[in-house]
């Protein structure tokens, strides 16, 4: 399906049940596409850039001034509303131009994300954490691993996937990468009491550049 993403700087104040206010740089990505294929005339792309960045601007300015609130411990609450808004007025701007909203990606700073796209339902969403691995097997060259644990969260969820991910792991024993390719494909499709699990694992090997989907 033809896309035009656009990606802009952000930030939302979250608060937890029982922490204080917390603020949040995020990089959202939105994508587009248009109805039937149609192509806009004076741009040339799927969709108008100047309606984008109009839309994404309003969004902006909305999600900055509030403060979104979870009712428990954890944030995934409020990580639900802020991608309900942002869906449903996105969704609503690219209606009125013949565009369909198709994907959501917000990036935090710090190295974790949630997102959705069109084939999801508009209750779920996926939740990425990366964790960190030093692999140095005996007698051979050293390896930083990066794991993405990609979560796909079911409605109401409010377990925190980072600490599930690092639950995980602790158990392990990783004496090289075979090891973990055996066990990281082990642990794909982990579920957890709420029905949300574990969709895929993304291994990256940094040095080399090399990246594995499992």
């Known amino acids: 399906m033809l896309q035009f993403v656009r990606e802009i700087p952000i930030r939302i104040t979250l608060q937890g049940a029982l922490s204080s206010r917390r603020g949040f740089l995020f990089h959202l990505a ?3 596409s248009p109805k039937g294929g149609r192509i806009d005339p004076l741009s040339g792309m799927s969709v108008n850039l100047m ?8 969004l902006t300015a909305e999600l900055e001034q509030d403060l ?3 009712k428990s411990a954890s944030l995934n ?3 639900a509303e802020v991608m309900a808004v942002a869906r449903l007025k996105l969704a609503e701007n690219a209606e009125q131009a013949e565009a369909v909203l198709t994907s959501l990606t917000f990036r935090e700073e710090r190295g974790w994300s949630f997102q959705w796209n069109s084939q999801q339902s508009p209750e779920q969403q996926r939740f ?3 964790h960190f691995l030093e692999l140095v097997p005996q007698g051979q060259s050293s ?3 990066r794991l ?5 969260r079911v409605f109401d969820c ?3 996937y980072q600490h599930e991910g690092f639950r995980l792991l602790k158990g392990l024993k990783l004496s090289g990468l075979e090891d973990v390719l055996t066990q990281m494909a082990l642990l794909k499709g982990h579920k957890l009491s709420s029905e949300s699990h574990l969709e895929s694992i993304r291994v990256n090997v940094l040095s080399e550049q090399v990246c594995l989907t499992i």
């Not at 309606?51 to 309003?58: E, K, M, P, T, Y």
């Not at 993405?148 to 796909?152: E, K, N, P, R, S």
């Open 51 to 58: 309606d984008v960045d109009q839309w994404l601007g309003a």
């Open 77 to 79: 609450h409020a990580l």
């Open 128 to 130: 990425v954490y990366s």
């Open 30 to 32: 939105a994508g587009f």
């Open 158 to 160: 409010e377990e925190d």
């Open 148 to 152: 993405d644990f990609v979560w796909c």
């Open 143 to 145: 390896r930083l691993l």
């Open 68 to 70: 979104f609130v979870s």
